[in-house]
């Protein structure tokens, strides 16, 4: 079973949020451990539509296959999607730990906030680059989690826009210990400190770390630690 308090109650932090986005999909299972072994502290899925981002992802089934395979990783859903609600039942049946959706689609957020607890998830709320933090400000004790987007969705390999650490700086005195904020888009070796000073405590990176030769490497660096090998 799955840590199922990861959001709220973190054993450390930062955590390490791999993307399985640029995994190859055609080897995930091998992918997600491979990851995980590497010192990774959950998996990030980037649920996309078509409409709300212009890319089509992975759903429900996926999440499953996912679940049964790695009974105890913790699954960090993102919906960029036009109507996550319709999406809640569906993920925490498949085995979700954590649901986020946007708050450029919803207009009541806490209030699926709420189906999303009741459906046995933590809940989050992602921003887009273009949207005003002011948008966001006013639902955010209702959350067990914020996303600042870093990119504008829909792809992996993009690159950082480094004007939203405005947003993670103003939001992070606001948030309880229970409250994690979490950074998603373009984040690297060379932007990831900076996301780290601003607040941000859960770093989300796909080409980062799919993208590198050593998993455990790449998940250090995100991190902020020495490489494990180089530990005495
Ligand atoms: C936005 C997704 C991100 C993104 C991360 O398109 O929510 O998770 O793919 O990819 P990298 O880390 O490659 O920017
Ligand atoms: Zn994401």
Known sequence: ??????????PALPMVAPSILSADFAELGDECRACLAAGADLLHLDVMDGHFV??????????RS??????????????MV???????APFAEAGADHFTFHVEVEADPPALAEVVRQAGMTAGLAINPPTPLETILPFVEAFDLILVMSVNPGFAG?????????????????LRADQRLQMDG???????????????DVLVAASAIFGAPDYAHAVAELRG???????S
């Open 1 to 10: 079973m799955a840590i199922r308090n990861l959001i709220t109650h973190p």
């Open 54 to 63: 212009p890319n089509l992802t992975m759903g429900p089934a996926l999440c």
């Open 66 to 79: 996912l679940r049964r395979a790695l009974p105890e990783a913790f699954l960090d859903v993102h919906l």
């Open 82 to 88: 036009e109507r996550p609600g319709d999406f809640i």
């Open 158 to 174: 993009q690159k950082f826009m480094g004007e939203v650490l405005d947003k993670t700086r103003a939001l992070h005195p606001k």
């Open 186 to 200: 373009g984040l690297n070796a060379q932007t990831v400190a900076a996301c780290r000073e601003a607040g941000c």
């Open 225 to 231: 630690v020495p490489h494990p090998a180089a530990r």
